[in-house]
């Protein structure tokens, strides 16, 4: 059941980054199906009792004490770890699995659950429908955001009432004349040309076509029942093939080639039901914008105050109804935070909205600091070297596959983190905030620990940050290079030791986790948003942009360090930006290199720069460079030449900036936009008109 937003009550959220062996480099998501499981000790419920769930996790394979099969019949398990469908043999009364934001490629193991009525695999790595023909009693299917090419393998599923298909690379719609009772079909964002395979549907009601390639509305002539249609961002150039649409409520069609309101005014004239039409964006609105703005109703038979014409360009909609785009974004899969749906009940004041954004970059080797002024200036400010302590960490953590807990902990590793606030609370909970000060006020000789090393750290970038902007500090967007094991939440509390907020993980609207790969690649200016101070306009604007694969060299004294990041957008400093795979040899830093230099060693460098893109199974679209050693000549010559071994096209390295500083700037870029917006409204335009009379009162 679903609100009329489209809301099915589930909270979901955004898929943590995922590091994969460098060893096991066969399968970019590799995991041993076969791998004896981690102990398992029951929780206390009732400690739990008043807890919120909190669904972002660790799992990695699905393993329930057996008698939890029987009486369970939802299952959650979205952002999480798993590669694998096994574990459910025993879970025959399931009706609803949720598996979104996991790491699965392929749909097995099943079958068996004949009771299913529910099906949740947005956001994986899906690339074929399959292992679905005996689940007849299936009524939603969710496979948004995978990498799906084909609609195939569901003629058994007669049941079936929901398909959601959005951000795949469909190129047609097939194979659906069996699903005589589906009423929705989702299938934004993909590659169609054409409307076709809907004629032996006479139950379908919703249809979302959005963020496509279709020229004319052809096809529909046999779907009367039709309510909602959506084909908004298409090229559809006149509204033909809609008179058999009787029963139409919601017409969605901006960002088209629609250029006469005399065809509109006919096609629609007895479309008696139609309460909603959207057209902004089309020709017929951006060369006659009066004409639009006087088209309170289109026939006598649709009053003006029934009849919602959309009258202010993009951002009535986006406000009246959430961005499509977002909705493509999270994939319709009900995100209760999708949109904001209101205008922010106060404005910024200038001392806040043009303060300077800093960024902090965590290195294996090192910490950087960059500020980015409201004016455009960017000052390098420093670089910290890092402790023999935060050395050893770094390493740990580089090469640790979990996050690190105390020893005191480990035996309880895999419980919820709610559950361990409780018992032994983790490095990074404020109950550990308290223990540390005690211990500091108490004098007692406390071996320190993660969030304390790193505190140290942010310490010497945060003194030498406010000497160079005369002003005390109070929050920093922090990149670091996404080792599963360094938590977000180990790098906050290490803030809060030092009164400091961020910028990352803040809202759900905006990243939770900034790695270096992506704030390079927005340091390098690929990816903005000019409108950034609109979240939603930017999500439309990069909503049918590709996929981005980076590849992202990190070459340092003592370590190499490569990682490949995907994103469902070209957009820079999204929330859906990932790290899919890594590679860490402590053995090739520069020192080692010059210190030997042995034809083997810069060998095994070349060879080592050639495994992540070799094996990773997507193109690798953008190569992006960081670190204090990688403008070394004989490291870029050896760079450009194994990249051009494996990667299609010519390889261009421009150093338009100091490597060092790199990732720190692209925090920066991100903290000094995140000033100029609230975190989780718009505002309204007058709020710069009172920021420019605060700037001239300030000034004067």
Known sequence: MKNKEGWDGKMRMEPKAVITNPEALEDSDYSDPDAPPVEEIEA????????????????????????????????????????HIKGLEEFHNLTSLDLSFNKIKHIKNISHLKKLTEIFFVQNKISRIEGLEELTAIKNLELGANKIREIENLETLTALEELWLGKNKIVEMKNLDNLSNLRIISIQSNRLTKITGLSALPKLEELYLSHNAVTDLSGLESNETLRVLDFSNNQVSHLEHLSSLKNLEELWGSNNQLASFEEVERELKDKEKLQTVYFEGN?????????????????????????????????????????????????????????????????????????????FDLTPSYGTAVVHYYNGTVVEIAKVLGSPEYLELMARLATTSKPSTDSTLDFMSELQPSLLEYLLPDVSS????????LNTKLGRPVKADDVEIISDLLHGLKVCTEKTISQPLDRVAITDPGFQSLSTATINAALRMLDLRT????????????????????????????????????????????????????????????????????????????????????????????????AALWDRLRSQLQILPREYEDTITHLLLAGESATHPRFLAILRDSMTEILPGPVNIELAMDPTFAAARGAALYARRRQEVQSDCVEESECEEMRMHERLYTST
């Open 283 to 359: 020709p017929l609105q951006l060369n006659g914008p009066a004409v639009y703005r006087n088209k309170g109703h289109l026939t006598h038979n649709i009053p003006a105050q029934d009849m919602r014409i959309n009258l202010i360009f993009m951002r009535t909609r986006t406000l009246y109804k959430c961005s499509l785009a977002l909705l493509v974004s999270f994939v319709n899969v009900g995100y209760g935070h999708g949109c904001t749906g209101y205008w922010c009940g106060t404005c910024l004041p200038a001392k806040v909205h043009d303060a300077p954004g800093v960024g």
């Open 503 to 598: 910028w990352v993980g803040d809202s759900g609207y905006y990243t939770r986790r900034l790695v270096e790969g992506d704030a390079v690649y927005a340091a390098s200016g690929y990816g903005l948003c000019p409108e950034y101070q609109d979240l939603f306009y930017c999500i439309d604007k990069f909503a049918e942009t590709p996929d981005r694969t980076m590849f992202f060299v990190s070459y340092n004294r003592n370590i190499l360090y490569t990682s490949i990041a995907e994103a469902l957008t070209s957009e820079a400093l999204s929330r859906l930006t990932s790290v899919e795979a890594q590679l860490v040899d402590y053995e090739l830093g520069l020192d080692r290199l010059l210190e030997k230099d042995e």
């Open 430 to 437: 404020p109950w550990r905030d308290w223990w540390r000060r």
């Open 44 to 83: 206390d419920e009732d400690l739990l009792a008043d807890e919120d769930v909190n669904v972002e996790n660790q799992i990695s394979r699905i393993n329930f004490p057996p008698n939890v099969a029987a009486s369970l019949t939802e299952l959650d398990l979205y952002d999480n770890l798993i590669s």
